[in-house]
């Protein structure tokens, strides 16, 4: 049922999906109604043509039996038995029916339940329906419930639906027997049955389906159907580009996209008929004589099939697996990456080879010849643009988050590929002329064959390197005898660790402690300071003073430009744990920030000359370890189907990869803004969520307190950084409404944060360690945005104000507020304070000062940063903020000559 669900409905559930989300995404203003309304119209447009060939042969098979009922009713009069089964079948056969040609009669039926199968499932799992209104429907998400009789909830919608259903029965089946009439009436009174307790977005739906269904009926009574259905959907098109233009919605490309697609159609009945006239007057206007062939014919439709299929389902699915299987491997409840492929080959199987067919099947000549030329066209345009015509997509994560720019407009993307289609079709015309020379087909069905070899191929990569990455990780995690400890805490002596949370939200933890009781309990004997500003408003800015103190601020960092910032990135990194090393304490480094820019990412060879210091990675070390937490169904899910996204994007003309990728969405309804009630991805960061979480929730299980000296722990983590949407142990607290409903993300990876960190406390206090462990929660920068509706910021305080918590040995009692002006630049002062640690920075001589008398100037942006080349910061503008942050006169915008001084 799983296969014939993602061949048969799938395909159509993704269509309901993008128009879906394409509509409530950017064409908000429409509502959730009209988003409703737009699947309902392009779904019964794409549905037409099959509604069509499904209507003839029903009045096909209404007209035959017309006329052969008289006799057969004379024959059922005359005769009995099985003498009457005889004489009707021969008579039967005299006029080429069978008597399972009845069938026929059921075919709109058969077409129509796919369709409805596709939107059921989409509409009834939609998110966004559920506490979505509309006029005195309270409530899309269940059903409606309008009145009650006594006990019996009355639902009005479904009986609405009825009704149409009948009167749009009753039209078409004017003048048909009774039989097929109440074969219709029955189906009314189905879906009466099915839908009744639907929710009442489904059934406004299907409502929709209906009237488009009554409105088809009287159209086609009309001379000229066509001709109406044509300036339909003109008129649709005209409206869609009118409103993208007056609302600006889409970037200037985008639109012209729109506007051409709009013009071509329009015009293309001139445009058809010019071509006709032209290609009259051409000597080879027959070239495609040789597609009355029907094996010809019929080969080259299969080979283009094959090629397409085999392209899209195997080849390029595989490849991108068989670039690195370790990371598509135990994502979710899936172990092997493999699976995600044979989806890949399930979903194009329904896409690229059953509807096709079935098309080509339906349909008469003149569509069966299009369909042989146009699909060894896609293929061979889908392999062009997927290999010649391929973007530098960059690091791609697990969920096919793209790290490059798709907005690519040049000559090479824009105009080659339309050069080469062109081309291409131009030598298959030539081919099918002279097909008995070289039949094109062969050629399809070679390139069919490689793809299948080279698929091949890369399936047996990917399971060797994953089985080899099996083992690995079998050997290295045994859950029950437990993890290997990485950090190393005394028992006896004094221990000082320093947590970095990127991106932590000082005001969220605000609004946990005062909204969550139990959780702030946990946070037994801990200062929090909400008025502490950072130095920058990113990584690259903000997180090297909060490592070396006062000297590594951007400013004071500018004045050293003789020396590269990745270098003084490096040193400030090396500060603290220099400082506590020489002292005599155990000091670990783990995982420290990181700067792209600075050509850091990830490499630890800074603290090689240091060989005293601990340094290690433990980003992703422990993925496997957390499904407990999560739905692992869900990211096997999101990678699946966003990899089913990503291969269409790599095969489709360049310029409209922008469009399908929508910043990562892929126009999939449930990771839209406000939409991501389940497991979703604000920018699709989930792996790397995962990667940071897991070592949060393990903090317990690798941990040693066994250490017979003071030690000294930085542990950096992205847990609060990478926003996603977790399940609702981490939702806002009731009555949290005081929150801006596009920050829930934001909200809940820092609660996430927090109850792991608690859960570590908890263990160190179980295991008597608490006492003598001083504990810094600090963070390198805020984010730009309104955390809370209630508060409006009058200065650009979500930038500037991270988390900064501390928790002293032998402190005890609830969170103690204290409102003194801080930076995240003091946590090396917090760090060392009163510890035998020395008051001079081991790398320049200085003496550590806290220069924050007269206020600190703090970064507003920057230009760009060139790892292996700058050696300043290129500030473009700044603040000068002092006292409390919170008060916008203590913000002072600085002129240009401050920013060089």
């Known amino acids: 049922m799983d296969f014939l669900y993602t061949v048969v409905i799938l395909p159509i559930e993704r269509i309901v999906d993008f128009v879906f989300a394409l509509l409530y995404t950017k064409f908000d ?14 779904i019964n447009f794409l549905a037409l043509p099959l509604y069509a060939i499904a209507d003839a042969l029903q009045l096909r098979e209404r007209n035959l039996q017309n006329r052969l009922l008289p006799r057969v009713n004379r024959i059922k009069a005359a005769f009995k038995g099985d003498e009457r089964f005889m004489v009707l079948n021969a008579y039967y056969r005299q006029n080429n029916y069978h008597t399972l040609y009845v069938i026929r009669g059921t075919l709109p039926i058969l077409i129509e339940l796919p369709f409805f199968i596709a939107a059921y499932h989409f509409l009834s799992h939609c998110d966004i329906l559920q506490g979505s209104s509309f006029w005195i429907f309270k409530d899309l998400g269940s059903a409606d419930g309008l009145f009650k009789l006594g006990d019996f909830t009355v639902n009005v919608l479904p009986i609405i639906m009825t009704a149409i259903n009948v009167v749009s029965g009753a039209i078409y089946t004017k003048g048909a027997p009774f039989k097929e009439k109440a074969q219709l009436y029955a189906m009314a009174a189905l879906f009466l049955v099915l839908l009744y307790n639907s929710p009442s977005g489904l059934v406004i739906y299907w409502i929709l389906n ?29 409206a869609v580009s009118g409103y993208s233009y007056v609302e600006g919605l889409f970037n200037s490309q985008r639109r012209m996209i729109i506007y051409a697609f709009t013009i071509l159609f329009c015009l293309s009945p001139l445009l ?68 995600y492929v044979k989806e890949c080959g399930f979903y194009y199987f329904g896409l690229c080879v059953f509807w096709p067919t079935m098309i080509y099947l339906l349909f008469g000549l003149r569509v069966k010849k299009v369909l042989s030329i146009l699909m060894p066209v896609l293929s061979l345009c889908a392999l062009l643009n997927a290999t010649i015509f391929a973007h530098d997509y960059g690091n791609l994560s697990v969920l096919f988050d793209i790290e490059k720019n798709l907005r690519i407009y040049n000559a090479f993307f824009v105009v080659l590929p339309v050069v080469v289609a062109c081309v291409a079709v131009t030598a ?18 070679v390139l069919a064959g490689g793809l299948i070899f080279v698929s091949g191929k890369n399936l047996g990569k990917i399971n060797k390197e994953h089985g080899e990455f099996a083992k690995i990780q079998s050997e290295k995690q045994d859950r029950d005898a437990g993890l290997s400890p990485v950090i190393h805490l005394s028992k006896t002596e004094k221990n000082v660790l320093v947590v970095f949370l990127d991106r932590a939200f000082s005001s969220f933890f605000d609004y946990i402690v005062k909204t969550k009781p139990e959780l702030a309990e946990r946070f037994d004997g801990f200062t929090y300071y909400p008025n502490t500003v950072s130095q920058g408003v990113n990584t690259r800015t903000g997180s090297s003073a909060m490592m070396g103190g006062y000297e590594y601020t951007p400013f004071e960092m500018n004045k050293r430009d003789a020396e590269l ?44 000359a240091y060989p005293e210091i601990k340094a290690e990675t433990l980003v992703g070390r422990y993925n496997g370890y957390i499904s407990s937490d999560f739905k692992p169904e869900d990211f096997s899910f999101l990678c699946g189907r966003n990899m089913q996204a990503f291969v269409l994007l790599e095969a489709v003309y360049p310029p409209l990869r922008d469009i399908l990728y929508e910043n990562g969405f892929y126009f999939f309804s449930d990771l839209g803004w406000g939409s991501r009630k389940k497991v979703g991805v ?27 000296r003071p030690t000294f722990t930085f542990l950096g983590n992205d847990t609060a950084h990478e926003r996603v949407l977790l399940t609702k142990n981490y ?171």
């Open 210 to 238: 209906n009237i488009f269904s009554l409105c088809k009926n009287v159209v086609m009574k009309f001379r000229h159907p066509l001709r109406i259905l044509f300036v339909s959907i003109c008129a649709i098109l005209v």
């Open 731 to 901: 939702e806002i607290p009731k009555g949290g409404d005081e929150i801006n409903n596009d920050e829930e993300d934001h909200f809940q990876i820092n609660m996430a944060a927090y109850i792991k960190l608690c859960d570590y406390f908890d263990f160190l206090r179980e295991k008597d360690v608490y006492d003598n462990t001083r504990i810094i929660i600090v963070a390198d920068h805020d984010w730009n945005c309104d955390d809370f509706k209630t508060y409006s910021y009058p200065v650009p305080i979500p930038d500037h104000n991270p988390i900064l918590l501390v928790k002293d040995f032998d402190c005890h009692g609830q969170v103690k507020y204290d409102n003194s002006f801080m930076t995240n630049a003091d946590t090396l002062f917090l760090a060392k304070k009163d510890l035998p640690v020395s008051d001079k920075n081991p790398f320049t001589g200085k003496v550590f000062t806290a220069n924050k008398e007269n206020g600190v100037r703090v970064i507003k942006w920057v230009g760009e940063i060139f790892g292996d080349k700058s050696t300043k910061y290129d500030i473009l503008g700044a603040y000068l903020v002092k006292d409390n942050i919170f008060d916008e006169k203590n913000w002072k915008v600085l002129d240009k000559a401050e920013l060089d001084n």
């Open 565 to 608: 910032l990745r270098d003084k990135h490096n040193e400030a990194t090396l500060v603290m744990p220099r400082l506590f090393s020489e002292a005599g304490f155990s000091a670990r480094v783990f995982d420290p920030p990181v700067v792209a820019e600075f050509n850091y990412s990830g490499d630890l060879s800074a603290f090689e």
């Open 29 to 42: 203003r429409l509502g959730i109604m009209g988003s409703i309304a737009g699947v309902s119209i392009a």
């Open 428 to 445: 298959l015309s030539v081919m099918v002329k002279f097909k008995n020379v070289l039949p094109p087909y062969l050629l399809f069905f």
């Open 272 to 339: 058809l008929k010019g071509a006709k006239i032209a290609l009259k007057k051409v000597p080879v206007a027959n070239i495609f004589s040789g597609l009355n062939d029907k094996t010809f014919r019929t080969l080259l439709f299969a080979s283009g099939v094959a090629a397409l299929y085999f392209l899209l389902g195997w080849y390029l699915p595989s490849a991108v697996v068989a670039t690195s299987p370790e990371e598509f491997s135990f994502i979710g409840n899936v172990a092997n990456p493999v699976y």
């Open 682 to 708: 604000g920018f699709g960061y989930l792996h790397s969520f995962i990667s940071h979480y897991s070592t949060l929730s393990l903090l317990p299980k690798i941990t040693s307190l066994e250490e017979n």
